[in-house]
């Protein structure tokens, strides 16, 4: 026989297991969203770490092209690296090796809305401006007036390639000043390193050495201008169809002379 008493009892343990049922439904539903927070916790830092990864493999390929002998490449690499976010690390690539082929990419960062950044990268793009060897194919650019994209395809590399070869002749002649490699570098583009070598030839042979050996530099370069005028003449004397070219060479021997009267032996911010 149930007593009162009992009925409570049975009350208490009938509330206490549907509640149990409610306790285990909460605690399933808890374990499920711990175990796919954690779920989304580990995917996310796989994510990172992914993406991580990517970046490093990014950019280890983005530093061979940075380093490269080809300006192409290398403004290329230092593009990427502006992109991604590393644009400090671009600035100071260019910076140290005193890259002209950085120059649009520090003018980028310049222009961009990072103050900090902007203020840095003028720094830099101030610096490379009064680099000598900036300088000396910013004038021959000038120069050329389109002809360089006309003539060469743009093609920096050969740019590069009678650059190096202009700055050889110019050791081996002693010649110190930005003028004279100017000087050698446009005779060096325009007529290659054949009419450098018997300009050269010629020079020494009138005054009796180069400046290595002691003769005054200035003119030496005098006297090599005006060969290369002769050069020039007799070149287009022979070959009917450069006479079209000599008028523009001519204004450049001029200029050049110019800057030779005028003591402008650093190009400074003088371009005729």
């Not at 009938?14 to 539903?29: H, N, R, T």
């Not at 796919?36 to 916790?41: K, L, M, P, T």
């Not at 003018?107 to 009064?130: P, Q, T, V, W």
Request: charged content about 25%; proline content about 2%.
């Amino acid at each position: 026989m149930e007593t009162k008493g009992d009925g409570k009892t049975k009350d208490f343990f009938d509330k206490l297991s549907s509640l149990s049922g409610v306790f285990i439904a909460i605690a399933g539903f808890m374990a499920t969203y711990i175990y796919n927070n954690n779920q989304i916790s580990i995917q996310k830092q796989k994510t990172a770490s992914d993406i991580n990864s990517n970046a490093i493999t990014v950019l280890e390929k983005c530093m061979k092209y940075a380093t490269s002998e080809n300006p192409k490449e290398r403004e290329f690499g230092y593009a990427v690296f502006s992109t991604m976010g590393y644009e400090k690390l671009a600035i100071n690539l260019i910076d140290i090796r005193h890259d002209s082929a950085g120059i649009n990419v520090v003018k980028s960062i310049a222009e961009g809305s990072d103050k900090d950044l902007s203020s840095y990268a003028s720094g830099i793009l101030s610096k490379l401006s009064k680099d000598p060897n900036t300088r000396i194919k910013q004038v021959v650019n000038y120069f050329d007036k389109g002809v360089i994209t006309t003539v060469l395809g743009d093609d920096s590399l050969t740019i590069e390639k009678y650059f190096s070869e202009a700055n050889k002749w110019s050791g081996q002649l002693g010649i110190k000043t930005d003028l004279g490699r100017l000087i050698i570098y446009d005779t060096e583009f325009n007529s290659g390193s054949n009419a450098v070598e018997k300009l050269s030839q010629e020079v020494k042979d009138e005054l009796n050495g180069t400046p290595k050996d002691g003769i005054n530099e200035a003119t030496w370069l005098k006297s090599f201008l005006k060969h290369r005028v002769n050069y020039l003449n007799d070149f287009a004397a022979r070959v009917p169809e450069f006479k079209k070219a000599l008028p523009h060479l001519m204004e450049r021997i001029n200029t050049l002379s110019g800057f030779l009267e005028r003591g402008n032996y650093d190009l400074n911010d003088e371009k005729k």
